[in-house]
């Protein structure tokens, strides 16, 4: 049974940085996608970054394309998100998923991915 684990998380102003971490186990095969998404209070569950282990691609939801940065340890068993120049409308609990395949027209589907963290929080304040 997979397992994830979020941590990272916090309070902060607009225009500082965060890290989220998701430590993954049980996953069973050695390739697979690793995503972040986020849902905020009141709105849809929405996907943020994914990378795909077998290819090394990753994909990003315009909103944060060149402030939040995916990426995986060597052993893959940890997924990371470098989120820089935060926003308010940044605000949300973010969830690290795995699902077995991913690319441009299905990693923001929360639907697609059948693994979930709990989540952690991040509030960005003005």
């Known amino acids: 049974q997979v397992r994830l684990v979020e941590s990272g998380g916090g309070s902060v102003q607009a225009g500082e940085s965060l890290k989220l971490s998701c430590v993954q186990s049980?996953?069973?095969?050695?390739?697979?996608?690793m995503a972040w998404f986020r849902q905020a209070p009141g709105k849809e569950r929405e996907g943020v970054a994914a990378i795909y282990t077998g290819s090394g691609s990753t994909y990003y939801a315009d909103s944060v394309k060149g402030r939040f940065a995916i990426s995986q340890d060597n052993d893959k068993l940890t997924l990371y998100l470098q989120m820089d120049s935060l926003k308010p409308e940044d605000t949300a609990m973010y969830y690290c998923?795995?699902?077995?395949?991913?690319?441009?027209?299905?990693?923001?589907?929360?639907?697609?991915?059948?693994?979930w963290g709990q989540g952690t929080q991040v509030t960005v304040s003005a």
């Open positions: 049980g996953y069973p095969y050695s390739r697979g996608c």
């Open positions: 998923a795995t699902a077995r395949l991913c690319d441009m027209s299905t990693y923001s589907r929360p639907s697609y991915f059948s693994s």
